[in-house]
């Protein structure tokens, strides 16, 4: 028999609770191009666009498995200029992947002030939040 696993709101709140916890002080990577197919994949062609920075506490506590990010501080002269398709989310060493997400103006993962971005333009997050999987 396949799996078929159900989760309580309460394993999906502790889970996105646990996962938020390790982006404190962490970073925010946005890139163009394509998504890699896991946050284990190694970035390839893709450029980095901006790199912000995850508060002390970089989450509310989730409710029903949703968690909003709190304030990210901006990056005030973006790397490169694109099309912001994806973000990769890392540990405060900067090296260790957490999760990716998409990256739009509105309805993405992580929502920014613009798009596409510019060269050396202030790049801040409007919206961002990260959902437990119920299953």
Do not use: H
Not at 9 to 15: F, G, P, R, S
Not at 78 to 83: K, L, V
Not at 107 to 112: L, M, T, V, Y
């Amino acid at each position: 028999m396949a799996n078929n696993f159900k989760r309580t709101n309460l394993a999906v709140t502790t889970e996105a609770d646990a996962v938020n916890a390790l982006l404190n002080t962490g970073y925010l990577r946005i890139y163009d191009g394509t998504q890699p197919v896991t946050a284990d994949t190694a970035i390839g062609a893709q450029v980095l666009l901006a790199e912000l920075r995850f508060g002390a506490t970089a989450f509310g506590g989730a409710v029903n498995g949703v968690a909003t990010a709190n304030a990210i501080t901006q990056d005030s002269a973006a790397n490169a200029g694109g099309t912001p398709t994806w973000f990769r989310a890392l540990k405060s060493d900067g090296t260790t992947a957490v999760y990716d997400g998409s990256v739009g103006t509105s309805g993405a993962d992580c929502n920014i002030n613009a798009s596409p971005i510019v060269i050396n333009a202030v790049v801040g997050v409007t919206s961002m939040t990260y959902t437990g999987n119920k299953g």
